[in-house]
């Protein structure tokens, strides 16, 4: 489980086919204090390190995952967001996040307003009832409050910190961005479904 607090930027170093895609991710973490097997969020997916060293670690994905998600635009020097898994204990400033993307958003529209960025989203037709306002998404990791909704598509903003702090400073119209609806909109939507 994760938070949607992005607690470093990394970069994708290597691509390489073995089967799988392996990706190496280049990080500012102290390595020696992440076991193999541990789970981080890249980009808001749950990818399980398999190999590491200083300042980089390994992971593999699979096909079902490219699938699913926007790491078929993954290349060498793409900055990622990153996220360690969340301890027992550990503040939870954002909302449970499990690293399990739904679908892929692109954003179809951004302006500056004041400091902060006003940003349009479009959801995939099957995930766009899960998102309500002022309820919570993970956009590649990152939590984020809705502000409006409209069909398919939803509106959010970046504070100055976030675009400093995630990869949101370099977004850009067109892009194509990993969606994790929050699992609570998840189960309540299930529930009204056998009512």
């Known amino acids: 489980m994760f938070t949607g607090i992005i607690t470093d930027v990394g970069r994708v170093e290597v691509l390489e086919k073995k089967g799988d895609l392996r990706a190496r991710i280049g990080t500012a973490y102290d390595m020696s204090t992440v076991d193999m097997g541990a789970s981080i969020a890249c980009d808001g997916v749950c990818l399980t390190v398999v190999g590491k060293g200083a300042g980089w670690f390994d992971v593999d994905i699979s096909a079902e995952t490219i699938s699913k998600t926007n790491l078929d635009l993954w290349v060498s020097g793409k900055p990622v967001n990153l996220e360690r898994a969340l301890k027992v204990g550990d503040e939870l400033g954002g909302h449970i996040v499990s690293g399990h993307v739904d679908g892929v958003a692109e954003i179809i529209a951004m302006k500056d307003e004041g400091d ?7 959801a995939p037709a099957a995930l766009a009832k899960f998102i309500a306002p002022k309820g ?48 609570l909109a998840r189960y309540v939507a299930r529930l009204n479904e056998s009512l």
């Open 116 to 122: 902060s960025t006003r940003c349009t989203l479009r």
């Open 136 to 183: 919570s998404v993970a956009l590649n990791g990152t939590s984020l409050t809705v502000n409006e909704v409209h069909g398919v598509d939803f509106g959010i903003n970046f504070i100055p910190h976030t675009k400093e702090r995630t990869t949101w400073g370099v977004a850009k119209v067109g892009d194509r961005v990993n969606l994790e609806i929050d699992t």
